[in-house]
Protein backbone atom coordinates (compact mmCIF):
# COMPACT_ATOMS: atom_id res chain seq x y z
CA UNK A 1 0.00 0.00 0.00
CA UNK A 2 0.82 3.11 -0.32
CA UNK A 3 1.37 6.11 2.16
CA UNK A 4 -1.90 8.15 1.55
CA UNK A 5 -3.88 4.70 1.86
CA UNK A 6 -2.08 3.11 4.78
CA UNK A 7 -2.73 6.62 6.52
CA UNK A 8 -6.70 6.02 5.54
CA UNK A 9 -6.76 2.08 6.47
CA UNK A 10 -5.49 3.28 10.24
CA UNK A 11 -7.23 6.06 10.75
CA UNK A 12 -10.46 4.06 9.50
CA UNK A 13 -9.60 1.44 11.92
CA UNK A 14 -8.86 3.35 14.72
CA UNK A 15 -11.42 5.74 14.21
CA UNK A 16 -14.06 3.09 14.22
CA UNK A 17 -12.71 1.49 16.71
CA UNK A 18 -13.30 4.52 19.28
CA UNK A 19 -17.03 4.92 17.38
CA UNK A 20 -17.88 1.59 19.11
CA UNK A 21 -16.46 3.02 22.41
CA UNK A 22 -14.19 0.17 22.50
CA UNK A 23 -16.54 -2.11 23.76
CA UNK A 24 -16.57 -5.01 21.29
CA UNK A 25 -14.79 -8.34 22.72
CA UNK A 26 -11.06 -8.53 21.92
CA UNK A 27 -10.82 -5.30 20.53
CA UNK A 28 -7.88 -4.32 22.53
CA UNK A 29 -4.81 -4.80 20.75
CA UNK A 30 -2.72 -5.76 24.44
CA UNK A 31 -3.96 -8.11 26.98
CA UNK A 32 -2.61 -6.29 29.23
CA UNK A 33 -4.62 -3.20 28.37
CA UNK A 34 -7.86 -4.82 29.07
CA UNK A 35 -10.01 -3.72 31.97
CA UNK A 36 -10.80 -7.13 32.75
CA UNK A 37 -7.01 -8.37 33.97
CA UNK A 38 -4.78 -5.60 35.46
CA UNK A 39 -3.40 -7.66 36.81
CA UNK A 40 -1.47 -8.76 33.70
CA UNK A 41 -0.83 -5.18 33.13
CA UNK A 42 0.86 -5.31 36.55
CA UNK A 43 2.89 -8.43 36.00
CA UNK A 44 4.27 -7.64 32.64
CA UNK A 45 5.34 -4.05 34.06
CA UNK A 46 2.53 -1.76 32.39
CA UNK A 47 -0.09 -0.36 33.92
CA UNK A 48 -0.20 -1.24 37.76
CA UNK A 49 -3.50 -1.80 39.35
CA UNK A 50 -3.84 1.87 40.81
CA UNK A 51 -3.55 3.17 36.93
CA UNK A 52 -6.18 1.32 35.71
CA UNK A 53 -8.52 2.13 38.33
CA UNK A 54 -7.93 5.73 38.39
CA UNK A 55 -9.32 6.72 34.55
CA UNK A 56 -12.34 6.05 33.32
CA UNK A 57 -13.51 2.45 32.11
CA UNK A 58 -13.66 3.60 28.30
CA UNK A 59 -10.39 5.09 28.38
CA UNK A 60 -8.82 1.73 30.09
CA UNK A 61 -11.35 0.01 26.79
CA UNK A 62 -9.71 1.80 24.32
CA UNK A 63 -6.05 1.46 25.54
CA UNK A 64 -4.28 -0.40 22.56
CA UNK A 65 -0.80 0.20 23.73
CA UNK A 66 1.99 -2.12 24.54
CA UNK A 67 3.49 0.33 27.20
CA UNK A 68 3.02 2.65 29.73
CA UNK A 69 5.57 5.43 28.40
CA UNK A 70 4.35 7.53 31.50
CA UNK A 71 6.05 5.40 34.08
CA UNK A 72 9.36 5.92 32.80
CA UNK A 73 9.08 9.38 31.09
CA UNK A 74 10.00 11.01 34.41
CA UNK A 75 7.90 13.81 34.14
CA UNK A 76 7.83 16.64 36.72
CA UNK A 77 5.77 19.45 37.99
CA UNK A 78 5.41 22.10 34.89
CA UNK A 79 6.69 20.03 32.17
CA UNK A 80 4.37 20.27 28.77
CA UNK A 81 4.49 16.41 27.74
CA UNK A 82 2.85 15.37 23.56
CA UNK A 83 1.27 12.35 23.56
CA UNK A 84 1.66 11.29 20.03
CA UNK A 85 -1.02 9.13 18.81
CA UNK A 86 -3.30 9.72 22.75
CA UNK A 87 -6.12 7.46 21.33
CA UNK A 88 -8.54 6.93 24.01
CA UNK A 89 -6.53 9.00 26.26
CA UNK A 90 -5.59 6.86 29.15
CA UNK A 91 -1.79 8.24 29.08
CA UNK A 92 -2.86 11.89 28.78
CA UNK A 93 -4.83 11.38 32.17
CA UNK A 94 -1.55 10.09 33.61
CA UNK A 95 0.70 12.52 32.34
CA UNK A 96 -1.66 15.38 32.88
CA UNK A 97 -1.45 14.35 36.90
CA UNK A 98 2.22 14.44 36.68
CA UNK A 99 2.96 17.76 35.76
CA UNK A 100 0.14 19.42 37.59
CA UNK A 101 0.56 23.19 38.58
CA UNK A 102 1.78 24.91 35.62
CA UNK A 103 1.90 22.08 33.04
CA UNK A 104 0.04 20.96 30.40
CA UNK A 105 -0.51 17.27 28.64
CA UNK A 106 -1.24 17.64 24.67
CA UNK A 107 -2.85 14.63 23.13
CA UNK A 108 -2.83 14.59 19.00
CA UNK A 109 -4.28 11.16 16.80
CA UNK A 110 -5.89 11.67 13.65
CA UNK A 111 -8.84 10.13 14.46
CA UNK A 112 -11.94 12.05 15.07
CA UNK A 113 -13.47 9.46 17.38
CA UNK A 114 -10.37 9.21 19.02
CA UNK A 115 -9.95 12.54 20.17
CA UNK A 116 -14.15 12.65 20.98
CA UNK A 117 -13.52 10.21 23.71
CA UNK A 118 -10.18 10.89 24.40
CA UNK A 119 -12.04 14.86 25.79
CA UNK A 120 -14.79 12.87 27.33
CA UNK A 121 -12.52 10.71 29.73
CA UNK A 122 -10.65 13.61 30.03
CA UNK A 123 -13.91 15.78 31.15
CA UNK A 124 -14.67 12.57 33.50
CA UNK A 125 -11.19 12.76 35.42
CA UNK A 126 -11.57 16.40 35.73
CA UNK A 127 -8.80 17.53 34.12
CA UNK A 128 -9.76 19.24 30.92
CA UNK A 129 -8.30 22.29 32.45
CA UNK A 130 -4.64 20.72 32.09
CA UNK A 131 -5.29 18.93 28.66
CA UNK A 132 -5.22 20.14 25.20
CA UNK A 133 -6.00 17.97 21.94
CA UNK A 134 -5.05 18.16 18.26
CA UNK A 135 -6.66 16.21 15.61
CA UNK A 136 -3.60 15.80 13.47
CA UNK A 137 -1.63 13.31 11.46
CA UNK A 138 1.59 12.46 13.76
CA UNK A 139 4.07 13.85 10.91
CA UNK A 140 2.37 17.00 10.82
CA UNK A 141 1.26 17.89 14.68
CA UNK A 142 0.93 21.50 13.86
CA UNK A 143 2.18 22.45 17.56
CA UNK A 144 4.71 25.07 18.17
CA UNK A 145 8.39 24.55 17.49
CA UNK A 146 10.25 24.06 20.76
CA UNK A 147 6.93 23.96 22.47
CA UNK A 148 7.24 20.79 24.61
CA UNK A 149 9.44 19.19 26.98
CA UNK A 150 8.53 15.45 26.59
CA UNK A 151 7.12 13.64 24.27
CA UNK A 152 5.40 9.89 24.87
CA UNK A 153 4.03 7.52 22.73
CA UNK A 154 2.61 3.67 22.92
CA UNK A 155 2.52 1.54 20.39
CA UNK A 156 1.53 4.07 17.55
CA UNK A 157 4.53 4.86 15.95
CA UNK A 158 4.66 1.83 14.29
CA UNK A 159 1.18 2.46 12.15
CA UNK A 160 2.44 5.53 10.90
CA UNK A 161 4.02 4.81 6.65
CA UNK A 162 6.84 7.40 7.19
CA UNK A 163 8.34 6.85 10.91
CA UNK A 164 11.01 9.26 9.56
CA UNK A 165 8.45 12.44 9.41
CA UNK A 166 7.13 11.56 12.89
CA UNK A 167 10.78 12.04 14.34
CA UNK A 168 11.37 15.02 12.47
CA UNK A 169 8.57 16.17 13.95
CA UNK A 170 8.99 15.40 17.48
CA UNK A 171 12.37 16.53 16.95
CA UNK A 172 11.09 20.22 16.16
CA UNK A 173 8.27 20.67 18.97
CA UNK A 174 10.94 19.57 21.32
CA UNK A 175 12.68 21.84 23.11
CA UNK A 176 16.41 21.48 23.61
CA UNK A 177 17.09 19.24 26.13
CA UNK A 178 13.90 17.34 25.88
CA UNK A 179 13.11 13.80 25.99
CA UNK A 180 11.02 10.47 23.99
CA UNK A 181 9.46 8.23 25.68
CA UNK A 182 8.28 5.62 23.51
CA UNK A 183 6.70 2.39 23.50
CA UNK A 184 6.44 0.56 20.23
CA UNK A 185 6.45 -2.66 18.40
CA UNK A 186 10.00 -3.55 16.32
CA UNK A 187 11.18 -6.87 14.72
CA UNK A 188 14.09 -8.20 16.65
CA UNK A 189 15.63 -9.81 13.53
CA UNK A 190 13.69 -9.54 10.12
CA UNK A 191 11.52 -12.10 8.93
CA UNK A 192 11.33 -13.61 5.03
CA UNK A 193 10.64 -11.03 3.08
CA UNK A 194 7.70 -12.42 1.37
CA UNK A 195 6.15 -12.70 4.94
CA UNK A 196 7.14 -9.14 5.81
CA UNK A 197 5.57 -8.33 2.51
CA UNK A 198 2.34 -10.21 3.52
CA UNK A 199 1.92 -7.90 6.86
CA UNK A 200 2.58 -5.12 5.38
CA UNK A 201 0.17 -5.43 2.06
CA UNK A 202 -2.68 -5.84 4.77
CA UNK A 203 -0.74 -3.34 7.29
CA UNK A 204 -1.74 -6.02 10.02
CA UNK A 205 -2.11 -4.06 12.77
CA UNK A 206 0.81 -3.12 15.05
CA UNK A 207 3.21 -5.59 13.38
CA UNK A 208 2.38 -4.68 9.49
CA UNK A 209 4.46 -1.27 10.01
CA UNK A 210 7.42 -2.78 12.22
CA UNK A 211 10.56 -1.99 11.50
CA UNK A 212 13.91 -4.26 12.35
CA UNK A 213 15.83 -2.53 15.58
CA UNK A 214 18.67 -1.27 14.36
CA UNK A 215 16.72 0.07 11.01
CA UNK A 216 14.44 2.15 13.65
CA UNK A 217 17.21 3.23 15.82
CA UNK A 218 18.92 4.76 12.66
CA UNK A 219 16.17 6.90 11.69
CA UNK A 220 15.77 8.50 15.28
CA UNK A 221 19.27 8.75 15.57
CA UNK A 222 19.20 10.84 11.79
CA UNK A 223 16.23 12.82 12.95
CA UNK A 224 18.96 14.35 15.60
CA UNK A 225 18.30 12.22 18.70
CA UNK A 226 20.96 11.66 21.25
CA UNK A 227 21.40 9.27 24.39
CA UNK A 228 18.96 6.25 22.87
CA UNK A 229 18.54 3.99 25.69
CA UNK A 230 16.50 0.85 25.98
CA UNK A 231 14.47 0.11 28.94
CA UNK A 232 12.78 -2.87 28.32
CA UNK A 233 12.18 -5.64 25.89
CA UNK A 234 9.56 -8.17 25.86
CA UNK A 235 8.97 -10.58 22.93
CA UNK A 236 5.71 -11.43 22.31
CA UNK A 237 4.18 -14.26 23.12
CA UNK A 238 2.23 -16.04 20.54
CA UNK A 239 -1.90 -14.95 21.95
CA UNK A 240 0.04 -11.61 22.25
CA UNK A 241 1.31 -11.48 18.72
CA UNK A 242 -1.82 -12.65 17.09
CA UNK A 243 -3.84 -9.49 18.81
CA UNK A 244 -1.39 -7.18 18.09
CA UNK A 245 -1.42 -7.84 14.46
CA UNK A 246 -5.11 -7.71 14.62
CA UNK A 247 -5.02 -4.37 16.24
CA UNK A 248 -7.39 -2.51 16.85
CA UNK A 249 -9.26 -6.01 16.89
CA UNK A 250 -10.40 -9.00 14.02
CA UNK A 251 -13.72 -6.88 13.38
CA UNK A 252 -11.37 -3.91 12.09
CA UNK A 253 -7.80 -5.45 10.80
CA UNK A 254 -8.13 -8.88 8.55
CA UNK A 255 -6.44 -11.45 10.67
CA UNK A 256 -2.56 -12.65 9.44
CA UNK A 257 -2.53 -16.41 8.39
CA UNK A 258 -1.44 -18.79 11.00
CA UNK A 259 1.90 -19.78 9.06
CA UNK A 260 2.55 -15.93 8.64
CA UNK A 261 2.29 -15.45 12.77
CA UNK A 262 4.12 -18.47 12.93
CA UNK A 263 6.76 -17.43 10.97
CA UNK A 264 7.85 -14.28 12.80
CA UNK A 265 6.96 -15.83 16.40
CA UNK A 266 9.93 -15.23 18.52
CA UNK A 267 11.21 -11.87 16.10
CA UNK A 268 8.10 -9.26 17.10
CA UNK A 269 9.13 -7.28 20.30
CA UNK A 270 7.67 -4.67 22.56
CA UNK A 271 10.27 -2.40 22.86
CA UNK A 272 10.51 0.87 25.72
CA UNK A 273 12.98 3.45 25.34
CA UNK A 274 14.20 6.84 25.82
CA UNK A 275 16.18 9.23 23.95
CA UNK A 276 17.39 13.64 23.86
CA UNK A 277 17.48 15.90 21.78
CA UNK A 278 20.44 17.87 22.53
CA UNK A 279 21.04 21.16 23.68
CA UNK A 280 22.11 22.60 20.88
CA UNK A 281 22.00 21.03 17.02
CA UNK A 282 22.33 22.22 14.00
Not at 42 to 53: K, R, S
Not at 94 to 104: F, I, N
Not at 176 to 181: F, H, I
Request: with cysteine.
Amino acid sequence: MKTEEILQVVKGRYDKAAEVSGAATGSCCCPSAAPASPGFAAQHGLYTPADLASVPKIAVNLSLGCGNPVSFAGLRSGEVVVDLGCGGGMDVILAARQVTSGGKAIGVDFAPHMIERAKQVVAEAGLAGSVEFVCSDLAQSHLPDESADVIISNCVINLCPDKAAVYREAFRILKPGGRLAISDIEYSENPAPEVKSRFEATWAGCVGGAMEEQAYFDLIGNAGFEEIRIVAQHPLGSSELEEMACCPGPEFTPRPENEDLAAVQGKVTSIKFTAVKPLSHQ
